[in-house]
């Protein structure tokens, strides 16, 4: 079963990790979470579960407004050739969530670090990071080295290249 939003932060928490959280009605796009704009403050993500031809999986971690080139993003992502979206199914089992709920906070999920997650530099130029805990029902805010401390106590690597244009 996946973690549960408590459960997550439960983990922060024990990391000495603190966040705030607002609630809000549940959010699909970027567009719909645009509205909250001027109430959370610091960088928004948008979220890309891809799968590359050998089934890597990676979760690829951008500002809201980024412009990413799904054409070229192999070559920096380090991917087997092109990617694609991964398939629903594959996105529960791996991280917990649905689409429309994907979140960097979905690797506490990944216990098998099957995921490699990528973090525009970009984004990580800001100091707070917005993200959904798990549901897309709330947004989470997070220190920005607070969040690679988070990446890597799920034993991942939080790899930070420059991936959006």
């Given at each position: 079963m996946p973690k549960t939003e408590a459960e997550l932060f439960a983990f922060l928490a024990d990391l000495g990790i603190d966040v705030s959280?607002?609630?809000?009605?549940?959010?699909?796009?970027?567009?719909?979470?645009?509205?909250?704009?001027?109430?959370?403050?610091?960088?928004?993500?948008?979220?890309?579960?891809?799968?590359?031809?050998?089934?890597?999986?990676?979760?690829?971690?951008?500002?809201?407004?980024?412009v990413v080139d799904l054409k070229q993003i192999h070559q920096v992502i380090g991917a087997a050739g092109r990617v694609s979206f991964g398939r629903p199914e594959m996105l529960m089992e791996l991280l917990g969530v649905v689409p429309g709920a994907v979140t960097v906070f979905g690797l506490i999920n990944d216990t098998g670090q099957r995921v490699k997650v990528?973090?525009?530099?970009?984004?990580?130029?800001?100091?707070?990071?917005?993200?959904?805990?798990?549901?897309?029902?709330?947004?989470?805010?997070?220190a920005a080295a607070d969040l690679v401390r988070f990446v890597e106590a799920t034993g991942h690597d939080a790899a930070i290249l420059k991936v959006s244009a």
């Open positions: 959280t607002r609630r809000h009605p549940p959010l699909f796009t970027v567009a719909d979470s645009q509205a909250l704009r001027g109430e959370i403050a610091g960088g928004h993500t948008k979220n890309l579960f891809l799968k590359d031809k050998k089934d890597n999986f990676f979760l690829v971690s951008v500002g809201e407004e980024a990528v973090l525009d530099q970009a984004l990580m130029g800001h100091a707070m990071i917005n993200a959904h805990p798990l549901t897309n029902e709330a947004t989470t805010s997070i």
